[in-house]
């Protein structure tokens, strides 16, 4: 009984270990990818940090001074992967004309399709560096997505979606023109 207990407690000292060595890790931050809006505009990219902040995130905007924008918002808290995956889905934001609309209501149909649109852009753009890459950023997304709480059917979904843009026989450039036409 004594040596189960023990083991039991060394487990859960090597899980809070290793789940603290994962919120304390600092990444180096990535140059941002170029990126064009739907108007031809270059789409300019923003570091911004919080000590609060536990993820990385980004949030493709227009700026009434730069144009459009997208904030980097803690990146020296994820890997290259996710970095690089973020960067990309906010960047298809702009491409696609996202920001020149009304934007829809969250989580409603019309906006996870916009999301799911962005994630499938990303997913082309990244078959450039490799599936090793791609295997790594959905990775380190579905793990980010599970520690903030989303249930595992949105996981496992945006995952197939990726994936399965991530075989797409169409160029990124197509795909794109094919999501303007629609709009």
């Known amino acids: 009984m004594r040596v189960l207990s023990v083991t039991f407690i060394m487990i859960l000292i090597s899980i ?3 789940w603290s060595k994962d919120i304390f890790t600092q990444f180096e931050i990535i140059s941002p990818p170029s990126c064009i809006n739907n108007n031809g505009v270059n789409v300019q990219f923003q570091n911004l940090s919080s000590k609060l902040g536990k993820f990385s995130a980004g949030v493709a905007k227009r700026n009434k001074k730069s144009g459009p924008i997208v904030y980097r918002l803690n ?8 970095q690089i ?4 889905h906010e960047c298809a934001h702009h491409q696609t004309g996202d920001l020149e609309q009304r934007h829809p209501p969250q989580n409603s149909p019309k906006h996870m399709m916009k999301e ?3 994630d499938c852009i990303a997913a082309l753009r990244m078959r450039k560096s490799g599936e090793m890459l791609m295997i790594e950023s959905i990775f380190e997304l579905k793990k980010a997505m599970s520690t903030l709480g989303f249930p595992l059917t949105s996981i496992k ?3 197939l979606n990726i994936s399965n843009c991530f075989k797409k026989k169409i160029s990124t450039k ?4 094919e999501v303007l036409k629609k709009r």
């Open 16 to 18: 809070k270990i290793a």
């Open 75 to 82: 990146y020296e808290k994820s890997p290259k992967a996710l």
């Open 85 to 88: 995956f973020i960067d990309l």
């Open 116 to 118: 799911s649109i962005s």
């Open 157 to 159: 979904s945006r995952e």
């Open 174 to 177: 197509l795909y794109i023109s």
